[in-house]
T-cell receptor, first 115, second 111 residues
Framework: DTGVSQDPRHKITKRGQNVTFRCDPI?????LYWYRQTLGQGPEFLTY????????KSRLLSDRFSAERPKGSFSTLEIQRTEQGDSAMYLC?????????????FGSGTRLTVV | AQSVTQLDSQVPVFEEAPVELRCNYS??????LFWYVQYPNQGLQLLLK??????LVKGINGFEAEFNKSQTSFHLRKPSVHISDTAEYFC?????????FGDGTTLTVKP
């Protein structure tokens, strides 16, 4: 297995445009998480899935953000009408639900810059 | 609810010196505890974890951490650091669902 893959690695977009990121987790992992990280801060939870079900979504997440995991494998995170405050590193991680204490495997992240 | 406080935002040390990065947590339920390391322009990598049992856990790259339930702490230590240990370190707490991360400690190892 090649680990957790995220695409693209970098994205520059104009304010108001929509962007979509993709995450491919480790194949045997049934949980997938999205986090956002800004400079000087730790990863901030956005949402997570178990298989195709979205189990939790951060209350800090505006309606402009949506995530899907349609077949319980890869996931997409879409941001509509981007704002400059959305500029951040978006991290994806995966894990196995029955091994909650074993931690996450993270991807390398997608760096979003909104200009 | 769960939260993590990393008590030092930056820790500069000289090569071959010992180091301790401090982490306190709070949670209303039993938790799992983690330390992750992030090198520049890379994702987070699991350094070590505490599930249960012995309160002293060993991880990769010579790091270890001690779980102290009464003080709700999980401090990370290394007896002798190398230049290559320069990175950002994150403490995290998890229940059965998501993990909550601290804001990180930047460890800078000087020659």
């Amino acid at each position: 297995d090649t680990g957790v893959s995220q695409d693209p690695r970098h994205k520059i977009t104009k304010r108001g445009q929509n962007v979509t990121f993709r995450c491919d987790p480790i194949s045997e992992h049934n949980r997938l998480y999205w986090y956002r990280q800004t400079l000087g801060q730790g990863p901030e939870f956005l949402t997570y899935f178990q298989n195709e079900a979205q189990l939790e979504k951060s209350r800090l997440l505006s309606d402009r953000f949506s995530a899907e995991r349609p077949k319980g494998s890869f996931s997409t995170l879409e941001i509509q009408r981007t704002e400059q405050g959305d500029s951040a590193m978006y991290l994806c991680a995966s894990s196995q639900a029955d091994r909650a204490g074993y931690g996450y495997t993270f991807g390398s992240g997608t760096r979003l810059t909104v200009v | 609810a769960q939260s993590v406080t990393q008590l030092d935002s930056q820790v500069p040390v000289f090569e071959e010196a010992p180091v301790e990065l401090r982490c306190n947590y709070s949670s209303s339920v039993s938790v799992y505890l983690f330390w992750y390391v992030q090198y520049p322009n890379q994702g987070l990598q699991l350094l070590l974890k505490y599930l249960s049992g012995s309160t002293l856990v060993k991880g990769i790259n010579g790091f270890e951490a001690e779980f102290n339930k009464s003080q709700t702490s999980f401090h990370l230590r290394k007896p002798s650091v190398h230049i290559s240990d320069t990175a950002e370190y994150f403490c995290a707490v998890s229940g059965a669902g998501k993990s909550t991360f601290g804001d990180g400690t930047t460890l800078t190892v000087k020659p």
